[in-house]
Nanobody
Framework: QVQLVESGGGSVQSGGTLRLSCVAS????????MAWFRQAAGKDREGVASIDHDGNTNYGDSVKGRFTISQDNAKNTFYLQMNDLKPEDTAMYYC????????????????????????WGQGTQVTVSS
């Protein structure tokens, strides 16, 4: 059974940093596409960063240059380093894995497709104040 557990959310001021972690279990880690999504109040969920089995990464336009996705295969954990946070980054953040694909598919803006991911964590809240 696939399990994903996020941690690392919190409240920061604009310009601050946070690092989210997602510990994965129940499948062959690093074989598939893994991603971070976020959902702000009243908005659709969007996939802001993804990483595939080769370590290739994708980022949504709104986070490029500020967020970094990485993985530690020895710990079955992947991360989202978030720098220069802005109030518009406020959202619930979810990690997800697509166990049907070893590569990540994104739209033209670098955002992952929600429908491609079957397995999700419970979410961790990130709040950025101005």
């Amino acid at each position: 059974q696939v399990q994903l557990v996020e941690s690392g959310g919190g409240s920061v001021q604009s310009g601050g940093t946070l690092r989210l972690s997602c510990v994965a279990s129940g499948y062959t880690y690093s074989k598939y596409c893994m991603a971070w999504f976020r959902q702000a109040a009243g908005k659709d969920r969007e996939g802001v960063a993804s990483i595939d089995h080769d370590g290739n990464t994708n980022y949504g336009d709104s986070v490029k240059g500020r967020f970094t996705i990485s993985q530690d295969n020895a710990k079955n954990t992947f991360y989202l380093q978030m720098n220069d946070l802005k109030p518009e980054d406020t959202a619930m953040y979810y990690c997800a894995v697509d166990t049907s694909s070893s590569v990540c598919v994104t739209d033209s803006g670098g955002y992952s497709y929600t429908w491609a991911f079957r397995h999700w964590g419970q979410g961790t809240q990130v709040t950025v104040s101005s």
